[in-house]
């Protein structure tokens, strides 16, 4: 198995661009998220998806749209690329079990988009 | 807003020494993930903890969340060079089951002079 595949892993945009980071689990995981990592900052959540469907922001959603295009996949669009959204882009899925009650369950990440903004 | 902070945010060690991060919440936790990742790597799943109180060991490391489930302990024995990396925690912001809403430390990152 792959686990959880981003494309591209690399890529230069300048200022204005837009662009659609992509990202599939083959897990069957329900939840999908999109995390951004600055130096020093640690992961900040942007978008997740719950589960096929729906979508809610995170931490640092502006300037950021996201896809849900089925379970599998779940995509980030950057509409108009600015210099502070350079960064490294993860992708991470999970599974869910909400009759569980308060356990989450740990997430598998992909191995990034480095991002350069110019 | 919940936050979740994590010190020290650098640590040099000799190989062979210990070293511990630790990870403090201003709010009660449901539960707490560690994460570790290599330079130029991607975050893995460490282990997760859930009960007040509770210790789990994997090998060399230790883990450990604090009685009031507000802090969190990573304690690693004898160090070595494959354990260099930036360890993360990270808290679940809401209780009964909330998705989604992981709250990353921003890291430890560990080196290690052979």
């Known amino acids: 198995n792959a686990g959880v595949t981003q494309t591209p892993k690399f890529q230069v945009l300048k200022t204005g661009q837009s662009m659609t980071l992509q990202c599939a689990q083959d897990?069957?995981?329900?939840?999908m998220y999109w995390y951004r990592q600055d130096p020093g900052m640690g992961l900040r959540l942007i978008y997740y998806?719950?589960?096929?469907?729906?979508?809610d922001k995170g931490e640092v959603p502006n300037g950021y749209n996201v896809s849900r295009l089925n379970k599998r996949e779940f995509s980030l669009r950057l509409e108009s690329a600015a210099p502070s959204q350079t960064s490294v882009y993860f992708c991470?899925?999970?599974?869910?079990?909400?009759?569980?009650?308060?356990?989450?369950?740990?997430?598998?990440f992909g191995d990034g988009t480095r991002l350069s903004i110019l | 807003g919940q936050q979740v902070m994590q010190i020290p945010q650098y640590q040099h060690v000799q190989e062979g020494e210990d070293f511990t991060t630790y990870c403090n919440s201003s709010?009660?936790?449901?539960?707490i993930q560690w994460y570790k990742q290599r330079p130029g790597g991607h975050p893995v799943f460490l282990i997760q903890?859930?009960?007040?109180?509770e210790v789990k060991k994997q090998k060399r490391l230790t883990f450990q969340f604090g009685e009031a489930k507000k802090n969190s302990s990573l304690h690693i024995t004898a160090t070595q060079t494959t354990d260099v990396g930036t360890y993360f925690c990270?808290?679940?912001?809401?209780?009964?089951?909330?998705?989604?809403?992981?709250?990353f430390g921003k890291g430890t990152k560990l080196s290690v002079k052979p």
């Open positions: 991470a899925s999970s599974e869910f079990y909400p009759m569980i009650g308060d356990r989450d369950q740990p997430q598998h």
């Open positions: 897990m069957n995981h329900n939840s």
């Open positions: 998806s719950a589960s096929e469907g729906t979508t």
């Open positions: 709010t009660t936790l449901s539960n």
């Open positions: 903890l859930v009960k007040s109180g």
């Open positions: 990270a808290g679940l912001k809401n209780y009964g089951g909330s998705q989604g809403n992981l709250i």
